[in-house]
């Protein structure tokens, strides 16, 4: 049995990611993977929140009181150890597709970048909660931080403790994401996310597909 792939979507707060997940994982199961009990294809999952612990720590982190930056960068990392070792990790072993929405890669833009505890702190805490695992691609939707302002207005959400951080620290996340895909290109897909959903899904769709090409 093959390992399996480990796809993230990452970008800003607005940027459509949730969406996106979803449409991928249609097309995919359209395609032929399907979540099979005891033996899945694809797994689809989200940070924080992909355990019974992630859950727990979603909702301290994002509709909880204070937090300082360095506990938050460590809630998170303790929901990444626990998602990793609970789920992700079986999953690719057993040879899955697994779509993240956010993963290592936010914490890098959010605390390292957003909060400003720098790359060297926020790797480190994060290599040791996933013992190193990358995504074999991370997809950035990348919006500019008044199309999405005004997409979070137009969807007449209630901001959560992130979003409600201001314009500046989403445009020093908006910077990390940039500085992030501009060292790993490798890594990274760069999609601009100013159309509509299913044109940026076409865009995911183009970054995704020759990977799954070459694992099949």
Do not use: C
């Not at 399996?4 to 970008?11: K, P």
């Not at 990348?142 to 959560?160: I, K, S, W």
């Not at 501009?182 to 769709?205: C, I, K, M, S």
């Amino acid at each position: 049995m093959s390992r399996g792939l480990l796809i993230a979507l990452e970008g800003g707060d607005g940027a459509g990611k949730s969406v996106q997940v979803d449409l991928l994982a249609q097309r995919l199961r359209q395609g032929g993977l399907a979540g099979v009990d005891g033996a899945p294809d694809l797994v689809v999952t989200r940070e924080p929140g992909g355990t019974d612990l992630g859950v727990a720590i979603r909702n301290l982190l994002l509709h909880g009181g204070q937090v300082s930056p360095v506990a938050e960068a460590l809630l998170y990392a303790a929901d990444r150890a626990q998602h990793v070792a609970q789920l992700i990790e079986p999953a690719l072993a057993a040879g899955a597709v697994v779509i993240t929405d956010r993963y290592v890669d936010s914490s890098l833009a959010y605390q390292a970048a957003g909060r400003g505890l720098g790359l060297d702190l926020v790797k480190q805490v994060n290599t040791l909660a996933t013992g190193g695992l990358l995504p074999d691609l991370t997809v950035l939707l990348d919006l500019p931080l008044a199309e999405a302002t005004r997409r979070r207005a137009v969807a007449g959400q209630v901001p959560d403790r992130l979003e409600a951080a201001g314009d500046q620290f989403h445009q020093a996340v908006a910077q990390g994401y940039l500085a992030l895909a501009a060292a790993a290109p490798q890594r990274y897909a760069l999609v601009q996310a100013a159309g509509t959903p299913e044109q940026v899904h076409q865009l995911v769709w183009q970054a995704v597909a020759p990977l799954l090409q070459q694992e099949a």
